[in-house]
């Protein structure tokens, strides 16, 4: 379980392929990898991955195919940077909301809006997620714990402080750019009971 607080900007070092429809990632993010052991969960621009090895400030993780061709991570090449957050420890403060590092889709940057102290962003979301998403709700982008400003059909948009601008990789996400999206899995839960409670189902 992550919180979507962003704690360091890494950088993708390789992509290897394994065979068997799987790959094998090395990240360098010398602050993530502090503390870092084998098994231990780090999120990869939201992506929840296992560390299989640590080395000179660099981890690797083992990628399924799925996990590749499901979320914006198959789109990496060596040297393009990444959000990186430890999974949360039960002591930690709760900057952002529960982010449990599972994708569950793939938007686009629609468009971007630059202010005076900020900047709003719009996104493009994908068939099927409007429906977790409301304004002033919490939506993960690329690992990020946002709060939603506006929500349409097939798009939502966030603001973005000069903070988020500077320290995530969405300061440098152009029109096009694909990202990763996980909404609010309360919001998922909460549509799972009231579906069973319509159906005649357990109360």
């Known amino acids: 379980m992550f919180t979507g607080i962003v704690e360091e900007l890494g950088e993708i070092v390789r992509t290897t392929d394994t065979g068997g429809d799987s790959a094998l990632v ?12 084998h098994g231990d969960s780090i999120a990869v621009n939201g992506v929840c991955l296992t560390v299989v090895d640590v080395s000179d400030g660099v981890f690797t993780a083992d990628v399924m195919g799925e996990t590749l061709r499901r979320t914006a991570l198959g789109a990496l090449r060596p040297g393009d940077p990444v ?3 430890r999974a949360a420890a039960l002591n930690s403060r709760l900057g952002g909301h529960l982010v449990q590092g599972h994708v569950d889709g793939v938007g686009e940057v629609l468009s971007r809006e630059p202010a005076a102290q900020w900047e709003t962003v719009r996104f493009r979301l994908p068939t099927g997620l409007s429906r977790y998403v409301v304004e002033k709700g919490s939506i993960t982008v690329d ?41 609010d899995v309360l919001a998922k839960y909460v549509e799972r009971l009231l579906g069973d409670r319509a159906a005649g189902g357990d109360r």
């Open 26 to 37: 090395a990240v360098r993010g010398p602050l993530v990898t502090s503390d870092a052991r």
């Open 83 to 85: 959000n990186l957050e």
């Open 143 to 183: 690992g990020i714990s946002l709060t939603v400003a506006g929500v349409g059909d097939d798009w939502f948009s966030v603001g973005l402080i000069p903070t988020t601008l500077k320290l995530t990789t969405l300061g440098a996400r152009g029109v096009g750019d694909p990202v990763n999206l996980e909404v």
